[in-house]
């Protein structure tokens, strides 16, 4: 009877199932380095959205290799795509994680910084129709030196178009700026009557 199991597939399965389940236990030596580890691990977390993963790692992971050799710490980064997971930052010194830590805030800081600054926005205007022909000029002479100026553009509605809105196009401070130089165009001009 014990050689009709033997040949039962669906048996064998099962058996080779237990044994492959157990595992050989650690070293002595190395359960006393994980539990050292694990015991004496300082860990803090980072926040950070999944698009600026990249400034932590680094090229070819230069910067996070450079965080973990002048800290003493492991940086653990999640897998692109994850959400809402955390940056962990690992060590055995506590000051050294710390200090970590608010080195990749600041990393992060300045990206966040970087790409508001180098990102093109528009932003809305409303200057009274009647005062947009004063306010462009002649053939564009009053509107010409602040777009070359300011490498911004700035689209008045068509003629047709009873709009009072005027679109600016470009880098935050420039558009700022140039929002700043059409209010002083438009201040130069008497109000219109209706």
């Known amino acids: 009877m014990s050689s009709r199991l033997n040949n039962n597939p669906f048996e064998r399965r099962q058996v080779m199932k237990v044994n492959q389940e157990k595992s050989r236990p650690l070293p002595p030596w190395m359960s006393r380095m994980r539990a050292q580890w694990v015991e004496e691990t300082v860990s803090e977390t980072v926040k950070a959205d999944n698009c600026l993963f990249g400034v932590i790692i680094g ?13 003493n710490i492991r940086v653990l980064v999640p897998r692109k795509g994850s959400k809402d997971e955390p940056i962990i930052v690992e060590g ?34 409303c200057i009274p129709k009647a005062l947009h022909g004063k306010v462009i000029g002649l053939k564009g002479q009053n509107i010409r030196p602040v777009t070359q100026a300011l490498k911004i553009k700035i689209k008045f509605p068509n003629k047709n178009d009873n709009s009072d809105e005027v679109t600016l196009t470009g880098l935050p401070d420039q558009v700022d700026q140039g929002i700043s130089r059409l209010l002083n165009l438009v201040t130069r001009f008497p109000p219109c009557r209706g």
């Open 59 to 71: 090229p070819g992971g230069s910067t996070m290799k450079e965080l973990q050799v002048k800290y």
């Open 92 to 125: 055995k010194d506590k000051t050294l994680v710390k200090d970590a830590v608010l080195r990749i805030k600041a990393l992060i800081a300045e990206e966040k910084e970087r790409r508001r600054v180098t990102t093109p926005v528009s932003q809305t205007l």
